[in-house]
C-alpha cells in the first residue's frame, strides 16, 4: 500500500481477495483508481465525492428531505455509485473470473 502520486490524498486498498499475486492485485487498484478519477474529474474530487456520498446517505436515513435537497441528493448518489460501478467493472474485467467476496476501500491519509 504506496501513495502515488498525483492521487489526492488517499489510497485504494483491494481486500478479501486472496487469490490474486502482487502484480495483480497491485495492477486492479490502478485500474479502480484510474477510472474512478477519470469518472469524477480527477484525483482531488475522489475524497470530497465520496464524503458528499457518504453524508446524503445519511442524511437520508435521519431527516426527510425537501423536494430540493432530495434531487440534489440523489444526483450526488447517482454520480458516486456510477462512477464507483465503472471502476469495479475496470479492475476485474481484465481478469477474467469471479473475485467472490473482494471489494475496494479507500483510505484518506
Known sequence: MKKHPGTGQYLVKLVECPSLGPDEHAAAE???????????????????????????????????????????GAQIIALWENAEADAILAAFRPLNRDMGEARFEIVPL
Open 30 to 72: 490502478l485500474r479502480f483508481r484510474m477510472s474512478l478519477e477519470f469518472s469524477l474529474g480527477g484525483p482531488d474530487q475522489v475524497l470530497p465525492s465520496l464524503q458528499a456520498y457518504m453524508l446524503v446517505q445519511s442524511l437520508n436515513e435521519d431527516l426527510p428531505l425537501d423536494e430540493e435537497a432530495s434531487e440534489a
